[in-house]
Structures are given as structure tokens and as C-alpha cells.
């Protein structure tokens, strides 16, 4: 699904940004056509990008646990992507078993892949659209309310595939807000008004400056180093669970993991282990 790009050092503007996505996008109508098999989603060999320019996580954010936690795990997603689907009920039981620790954080960012390619073709043309009704949701309930309706979306939204190419009926939103206890007129109105447009734009744009290629992309922020046994956790991961390593690196700095596709349970919890213990 995803395509590696070799970004330059600074940072990539929103028109440079669609034109990528369009490539993104191309290479994943041809992935979404090839049976699911692989734990991770798939991708064409690249080196990690020198240095990360990831946004920093802010109290402002969509965030499930800490903020201060020493391991903030970054997930650019997208509703309609059926690797998202997946990989998210794995993250809700990471956080149920590691969020009351007080010790890792999810952060919700948002990437749709909703550009069209040069042929005009869309991979996920309501991604944008739903990215915006969680930020309406977030705006009419807070943080507590964005949860639950992420929970809601991700759980009744059918997968963009051959199989469901159209996704979820968008009329279906404010039915999803008034199950996460919004209310729903409140909902539409804010949905209708575009008024979040922007600033899913600019997530997208800044998982592009953060080399995101495909999603989802998770990035582990974290308050030290990588440990040594994550490093050699990583190394054996690659072999054990056979994932590409451009799929699982660790950045230059090493304060950064960096995790693309929709991994196993075993080994997020794995990887947890060595950062900060059971």
C-alpha cells in the first residue's frame, strides 16, 4: 500500500504534498487489490530518512492516556484504510493493558488518503470527510467523546476494498456521534460547515514531513534513548514476525521508533516490554 519517497532535508509544502499523496495513492489501488496476508502493510524498500521531522505531541492533541508518558506512541490513520481497521482495536487493548500504567500515550493523527492520482483515481474518497467528523466530535464533547466516536467509527466503517468500494454511508455519521453520547444535529452542523478542513490538511501534511509513506504509520516518541534490549528486541522482531526493516527502525537520534503497517499485538507488546517494562 504504501510507496517510499526520499524527502530532502525541510520540509515539503502543501501542493508538493497532493502531488505525493496522488503517488501514495496510485501504488496503494494496486495494493488494495492483493490479498491480506502480511501483519504489516506493504512497501517498497527505502533507507530511514535521516531525520524525523515529526510534529511535537501538545495538550491539545487527541490523547489516550499520559501526556507525560515516557513512551507517546504518534498513529497517523485513516478510517477508511482496512490496515487501520485492523491495527486499531490492537492499540485500544496496548492502551487498556499500558495506559493505566501511566507509561505509554496514543496520540491520534490524521492521513487521508483521499488525492486523487494522475489518472484521477481516489483510494479513500470519504477519508478526509471522516477525519473532519472526528475533530467535530472532539470539538462538541473533548477528549472523552473523540474516543468514543473513533471507537464507533473505526468498529462500523466497512473497508475501502474491491469488495466495499465506496466505504461507509456518510449520512451514517450522525448516527455514529449520537451512539458516542454527541448530539447529532450539533454534529451535522459542525460536519456541514468544513470548519476542521484545514487542519486535517495540515496533519497530512506534517505526516508527510514525517516521511509517513502509507498508513498506519506510528511513531514511538520517546523520553530517552532506545534501550539496547529494544535495539536487539528490534533486530530479532524483523526475523521472528518477517517484516521488512523499513517497516521498523529506529531513527538516527535513536528517540524515535518508527512502526509502518498494522502490526501484531505480540509484538507492540514485545517492543513495550523493553521500553518500559510490564
Known amino acids: 500500500m504504501q510507496k517510499t519517497f526520499n524527502f530532502q532535508k525541510g520540509f515539503i ?4 504534498a497532493i502531488i505525493i499523496a496522488a503517488a501514495i495513492i496510485a501504488i496503494a489501488i ?4 492483493k490479498p491480506a496476508g502480511n501483519p504489516a502493510t506493504a512497501a517498497q524498500k527505502k533507507q530511514p530518512a ?5 510534529a511535537p505531541v501538545t495538550t491539545a492533541e487527541h490523547i489516550l492516556g499520559n501526556p507525560n508518558a515516557d513512551v507517546k506512541i504518534v498513529e497517523y490513520s485513516d478510517p477508511s484504510c482496512p490496515y487501520c481497521k485492523t491495527f486499531n482495536p490492537v492499540m485500544a487493548k496496548i492502551m487498556d493493558e499500558y495506559g493505566p500504567t501511566g507509561k505509554v500515550a496514543w496520540i491520534y493523527r490524521h492521513y487521508p488518503l483521499d488525492k486523487p492520482d494522475s489518472e484521477g483515481r481516489i483510494l ?3 477519508a478526509g470527510h471522516e477525519a473532519q467528523a472526528l475533530e467535530c466530535a472532539a470539538s462538541l464533547g473533548g477528549n472523552t467523546k473523540f474516543w468514543a466516536f473513533e ?6 466503517t466497512p473497508s475501502v476494498t474491491p469488495q466495499s468500494p465506496e466505504g461507509l454511508d456518510q449520512k451514517k455519521l450522525p448516527g455514529i456521534a449520537k451512539s458516542a453520547g454527541i448530539d447529532p444535529v450539533a454534529f451535522n452542523e459542525c460536519l456541514t ?6 487542519k486535517v490538511e495540515t496533519q497530512f501534511l506534517d505526516g508527510v514531513n514525517a516521511n509517513v509513506t502509507g498508513t498506519p504509520t506510528s511513531f514511538f516518541l520517546l523520553s530517552d534513548t532506545v534501550p539496547a534490549a529494544a535495539v536487539t528486541y528490534i533486530t530479532n522482531a524483523l526475523l521472528q514476525y518477517r517484516v521488512p526493516a ?3 527502525y529506529i531513527s538516527e537520534d535513536k528517540k524515535i521508533i518508527v512502526m509502518s503497517g498494522a502490526m501484531p499485538e505480540d509484538l507492540i507488546k514485545g517492543l513495550l516490554t523493553t521500553l518500559v517494562g510490564k
Open 13 to 16: 509544502t502543501l501542493p508538493g
Open 151 to 156: 471507537k464507533q467509527l473505526y468498529t462500523i
Open 246 to 248: 523499513n517497516l521498523l
Open 193 to 198: 460547515s468544513g470548519q476542521f478542513k484545514s
Open 124 to 126: 479513500h474518497p470519504n
Open 50 to 54: 535521516e531525520q524525523i521531522h515529526i
Open 30 to 33: 494496486i495494493w488494495v487489490n
